[in-house]
């Protein structure tokens, strides 16, 4: 888990309702982070986290030292399930950038 709910949250709740994967819980009262849910806004439309991002307090969602290997594995894992998502994805890198390649040849031989 990379991010943690601490004792200076102040319960105004902007967290819940801007995750984007619903890992922020709220039991007796107290806000915390699903582990096993969240995923550091990686993979979602958000470019930062949005628990930090947008908590009022100055510590009320702080941001939990991480292994260097496991933070390794966690962006190789991300960037490995993305291609899966995609697998004719080399193929259509290739011949876009083939087809550009050619376009700007043409253009200087043409000159
Ligand atoms: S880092 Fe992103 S996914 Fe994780 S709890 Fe915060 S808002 Fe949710
Ligand atoms: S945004 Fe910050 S203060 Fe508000 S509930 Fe979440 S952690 Fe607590």
Not at 19 to 42: E, Q, R
Not at 74 to 79: E, K
Not at 92 to 98: E, L
Request: proline share 5%; aromatic share 12%.
């Amino acid at each position: 888990m990379a991010y943690k709910i601490t004792s200076q949250c102040i319960s105004c709740n902007l967290c819940e309702t801007v995750c984007p994967v619903g890992a922020i819980k709220i039991i007796d009262g107290k806000h915390s982070i699903d582990p096993d849910l969240c995923t550091n806004c990686v993979d979602s439309v958000y470019s930062v986290p949005q628990c930090q991002a947008g908590c009022p307090t100055c510590n009320g969602c702080v941001k939990q030292p991480n292994d260097y290997w496991e933070s390794w594995f966690d962006t190789y894992n991300s960037i490995v399930k993305n291609l899966k998502k995609e697998p004719d994805y080399w193929e259509t890198w290739f011949n876009s950038y083939s087809q550009k390649y050619s376009e700007q040849l043409q253009k200087i031989n043409s000159k």
